[in-house]
């Protein structure tokens, strides 16, 4: 938020933030390789913990053996999935808030360097 502010209050004052120079700076180039390395896996292993239940149910039995009583581990997997996706929401919560701290780090850099757009 503290970012759009300071983007609201420079543009009013028609000095904007020249964000070519800040895609162009090395930190900023860094950051989005760091964002990069986490999403993308964290991404492929939803996708393949999401899609392997209905892969499972349709192609092999394993998962209806029981495993406490009538409780299958379909079950099981489905209930999994919730917690896994709880889990990984927080997590993505708890990193992008220090993405987005970095991000304005950058810019401020990049203002006290003279970033303003002309």
């Given at each position: 938020?503290?970012?759009?502010?300071?983007?609201?209050?420079?543009?009013?004052?028609?000095?904007?933030?020249?964000?070519?120079?800040?895609?162009?700076?090395?930190?900023?180039?860094?950051?989005?390789?760091?964002?990069?390395?986490?999403?993308?896996?964290?991404?492929?292993?939803?996708?393949?913990?999401y899609f392997?239940?209905?892969?499972?149910?349709?192609?092999?039995?394993?998962?209806?053996?029981?495993?406490?009583?009538?409780?299958?581990?379909?079950?099981?997997?489905?209930?999994?999935q919730f917690?896994?996706?709880?889990?990984?929401?927080?997590?993505?919560?708890?990193?992008?808030?220090?993405?987005?701290?970095?991000?304005?780090?950058?810019?401020?850099?990049?203002?006290?360097?003279?970033?303003?757009?002309s």
């Open positions: 938020m503290d970012a759009e502010k300071k983007i609201q209050a420079n543009e009013g004052e028609n000095n904007a933030i020249d964000y070519v120079r800040v895609a162009n700076s090395s930190r900023f180039k860094t950051l989005m390789q760091e964002r990069k390395k986490f999403i993308v896996p964290l991404t492929v292993f939803f996708l393949l913990f392997l239940l209905p892969v499972l149910t349709s192609y092999t039995t394993f998962l209806n053996t029981p495993v406490i009583g009538d409780i299958s581990w379909v079950w099981l997997f489905a209930f999994a917690i896994m996706t709880w889990v990984l929401c927080t997590v993505y919560v708890k990193k992008a808030a220090s993405f987005d701290r970095q991000a304005e780090e950058i810019i401020s850099e990049e203002l006290k360097k003279g970033g303003k757009a």
